[in-house]
Antibody
Framework: QVKLLQSGAALVKPGASVKMSCKAS????????VSWVKQSHGKSLEWIGE????????NFNEKFKGKATLTVDKSTSTAYMELSRLTSEDSAIYYC??????WGQGVMVTVSS | DIQMTQSPSSMSASLGDTVTITCLAS??????LSWYQQKPGKSPKLMIY???NLEDGVPSRFSGSRSGSDYSLTINSLGYDDEGIYHC?????????FGAGTKLELK
């Protein structure tokens, strides 16, 4: 069955960067877009952007351009998202999702000194 | 960006009730609308896609409908397992956007 296994929670200092992973299994990784979604305050969801693993093509929410970088490693069926110049506003849970049908378990990122 | 105005923000209902959650799209999105259920500490789960299509394995008590730019999720015969936050989501146009969520609790 389809599974998306995300990396563990992260505690990072303001101004630093964090890179999280999303390892896919149970489907052909290169055939489906992988999106990343932010959930703040336990309720509202925001789409960050998406990547097509076969080509590396990306689409971003303008709000997250310059903040998020999306990459993939086809050899391990893993998608990555790096968030840079972190502030308290970046503290949230981040999900990866395969075409919005299947979701990872989420990564809690806490930005604190 | 397309705004999805979701209502109510929270609601409380009784076992066996029928409830309806709505999302109003700020512009035409056709049927490119999904509904998700999210339990505490869990990731969202797809319930309805294409505005009216039930995802495999989702009970038939759940249904989606559309009237113009208004989209609705209806849950019949409410059970305790239906508690959670429900999100609507448009995937018609970039950037994809979500409603603010509806927290459903049972009395």
């Amino acid at each position: 069955q389809v599974k998306l296994l995300q990396s563990g929670a992260a505690l990072v200092k303001p101004g630093a960067s964090v890179k999280m992973s999303c390892k896919a299994s149970g489907y052909t990784f290169t055939d489906y877009w992988v999106s990343w979604v932010k959930q703040s305050h336990g309720k509202s969801l925001e789409w960050i952007g998406e990547i097509y693993p076969n080509s590396g093509a990306t689409n971003f929410n303008e709000k997250f351009k310059g903040k998020a970088t999306l990459t993939v490693d086809k050899s391990t069926s893993t998608a990555y998202m790096e968030l840079s110049r972190l502030t308290s506003e970046d503290s949230a849970i981040y999900y990866c999702t395969m075409a919005f049908d299947y979701w990872g378990q989420g990564v809690m990122v806490t930005v604190s000194s | 960006d397309i705004q999805m105005t979701q209502s109510p923000s929270s609601m409380s209902a009784s076992l066996g009730d029928t409830v309806t959650i709505t999302c109003l799209a700020s512009q035409d999105i056709g049927n490119y609308l999904s509904w998700y259920q999210q339990k505490p500490g869990k990731s969202p789960k797809l319930m309805i896609y294409g505005a009216t299509n039930l995802e495999d394995g989702v009970p038939s008590r759940f249904s989606g409908s559309r009237s113009g730019s208004d989209y609705s999720l209806t849950i019949n015969s409410l059970g305790y397992d239906d508690e959670g936050i429900y999100h609507c989501h448009q995937y018609y146009e970039y950037p994809y956007t979500f409603g603010a969520g509806t927290k459903l609790e049972l009395k």
